[in-house]
């Protein structure tokens, strides 16, 4: 029996988690449960999985579990033993359970893309026992089991391209349209990002701290099926591809699992019913954001951090309707250029980016 810990509970990637607990209880035990508040949605998953701890950020009236809260409880939670702490936070409240878990060196599987983007210029070396979710990640980390770390010669991440990617003009794109993912249905921000393409921008700065492998050699396709998530080419022109349904179920799962694998998926996947599998070069004059990212990327020092922090306020302005589509990139390439932050060196430089990237956010903002 495996002990674990969801964090992010209520989200999309909290629930499937908590989907492959139901198919497996024989094999998987919640131990603890968090989220942002006390919803009730957390009251239920509480009741039916009865975790003997509860984390969230405030103390909050709730009989039965330990509840841990606050700064110390993220403390106590990190020092817990537990087999598996599955990371599924959205955004950069994903970074200090992150960088806690790390330190403890608890084994952790993660989605929170945001905080190993953020986290990786000071706790990189530490990425070597994460599992990573994401689906083009896990394709990758499944991958590279395939050869030598030495005899890769590239990683290629596939992306849907989101709704838009083949759409000409994207003057006027409402919340409600960008929203509207034509393969995954994921957390709010995830689908914004994935409509801008931001979100392949950030996977490509996710890997290479989790896989240490350099930017000239990580590349981004188009692939609007969806069924093959990301390749791994060796030296010798082998390409081992990660082919699968779109579920992010399977990617969960094998986090879950590993290193085994159980039967995640019953369902027997006909090649031929994907027919055509398709492929293209993204549009980086239409996706500026994805050049973008890779700019931040290769720079690295603050600016992978001041890129994820402006990207999440800018992607929540525009969902509350204060900015257009188009402005996300203007208000995130206005940050990224009015900042000058040194390299941080430890988790407390990387909180004062963040600070001071808001505060920078606000002025650049201010004018749209
Ligand atoms: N969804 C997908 O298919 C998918 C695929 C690949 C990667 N990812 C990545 O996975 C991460 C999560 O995405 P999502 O789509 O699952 O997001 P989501 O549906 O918006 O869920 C976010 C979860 O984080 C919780 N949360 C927010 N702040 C928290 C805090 N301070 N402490 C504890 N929990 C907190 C929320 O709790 P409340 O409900 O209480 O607010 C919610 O449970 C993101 O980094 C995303 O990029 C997602």
Redesign the pocket.
């Known amino acids: 029996m495996k002990s674990i810990a969801v ?8 629930t499937q988690t908590l989907d492959i607990v139901d198919r497996f209880p024989d094999k998987l035990q919640v131990k603890l449960l ?4 006390l ?1 009730d ?2 009251l239920a998953q509480i009741q039916k999985y009865k975790p003997e701890y509860v ?1 969230l ?1 405030k103390k909050e009236d709730i009989k039965g579990v330990n509840l841990l809260y606050g700064e110390d409880g993220l403390k106590e939670m990190a020092d817990l033993c537990i087999d598996l702490f599955v990371n ?4 950069i ?2 970074i200090k ?1 992150t960088y806690l878990l790390l330190k403890a060196g608890k084994r952790l599987a993660t ?4 905080a190993v983007i953020c986290l990786g210029e000071v706790v990189g070396d530490r990425y070597n026992g994460i599992i990573p ?3 083009e990640h896990s394709a990758i980390f499944q991958g590279l089991k395939a050869g030598d770390k030495k005899e890769v010669k590239r990683i290629i991440l596939t992306a849907s391209g989101g709704p838009f990617w083949n759409r000409e003009n994207l003057d006027g794109v409402s919340v409600e349209e960008a929203l509207n993912h034509p393969k ?1 249905k ?5 689908s914004i ?1 994935s409509a801008t393409m931001m ?1 392949k921008g950030l996977e490509i700065i996710e890997a290479h701290y989790l896989f240490g492998i350099p930017y000239d050699r990580i590349e981004a396709v188009i692939h609007p099926q969806s069924y093959v998530h990301g390749v791994v080419e060796f030296v010798d022109g082998s390409m081992i591809a990660h082919i699968s349904p779109t579920d ?1 179920r399977i990617p969960i799962g094998y986090a879950l699992s590993y290193p085994d694998r159980w039967e995640i998926y019953q369902k027997t996947a006909n090649l031929w019913e994907y027919g055509k599998l398709e492929f293209y070069q993204p549009d980086e004059e239409r996706f500026p954001l994805l050049k973008l990212a890779k700019q931040c990327g290769e720079m690295g020092g603050a600016y992978p951090t001041v890129l994820t922090v402006a990207d999440e306020m800018a992607v929540e302005m525009f969902l509350k309707g204060r900015i257009g589509f188009n402005d996300i990139y203007k208000v995130v390439k206005g940050v990224v250029e009015a900042v000058d932050f040194p390299p941080p060196k430890t988790f407390e430089d990387i909180m004062e980016i963040i600070k001071g990237t808001k505060a920078v956010f606000n002025k650049v903002v201010s004018v749209f």
Do not use: Q, R
Request: without cysteine.
């Open positions: 964090l992010g509970s209520t989200g999309s990637i909290g968090s989220a942002s508040k919803s949605k957390l984390y950020p599924g936070i959205a955004g409240n994903g359970p989605a929170n893309k945001e979710i994401d689906s995954w994921m957390g709010k921000k995830v990002d979100n992010m």
